[in-house]
């Protein structure tokens, strides 16, 4: 894909922000990957209030700084009362954040579990690798899986699949949900 193609899709908001209440605190969830930085602003209540998807295009550091100084500024940095950071640059994203970092595994079973308390399976399929995780009752982890060899690029197959369909990434996501 040339770097030309599917700008459209290179900056995604999946939700339109919900006006958060003055002064209510508010937490961020950021996720730094092989391809993407997605962030997530919920309230004290777990209510999505914004989530982001942005294709970093080799750039992960600047990308996630760009848009995490632009949330901070708009929402107000006292407001933000914890963070947690996951993916391959979960680690350095809490560090720098004073926030914690979460297992990426351990944050999807738990999102099931949250949004989705049904769900027994989750599959993902990422820039540089596959994971299959199967969840009890409980939401807790029962077994899991992962690709033993490199996959990269399995993430950037479902993303030129989407810009070939004319489609945001999220769409085919939301169609893996029903």
Not at 120 to 145: C, H, M, P, Q, Y
Request: glycine share 10%.
């Amino acid at each position: 894909m040339s770097d030309t193609e599917g700008t459209t899709h290179d900056a995604h908001t999946a939700t339109k922000p919900r006006p958060a209440s003055a002064g209510e605190a508010l937490h961020l969830g950021v996720d730094i990957g092989s391809v993407s930085v997605d962030l997530a602003l919920v309230d004290g209540e777990r209510r999505v209030i914004e989530t982001q998807y942005l294709r970093h295009k080799g750039q992960p550091v600047r990308t996630a700084h760009d848009a995490l100084r632009e949330m901070v500024e708009r929402v107000g940095a006292e407001r933000i009362a914890s963070v947690s950071a996951t993916g391959s640059g979960g680690r350095l994203a809490a560090e720098l954040l004073g926030g914690a970092t979460v297992n990426e595994v351990v944050a999807q079973a738990r999102a099931a579990a949250e949004l989705h308390p049904e769900v027994r399976t989750v599959i993902e399929i990422g820039g540089e690798d596959s994971k299959l995780t199967f969840l009890n009752a409980d939401g807790s982890i029962a077994d899991f899986a992962m690709n033993t060899m490199c996959a990269a690029g399995t993430g950037s197959f479902l993303y030129q699949r989407a810009w070939r369909l004319r489609m945001s990434i999220a769409f085919p996501t939301r169609l893996v949900l029903l």
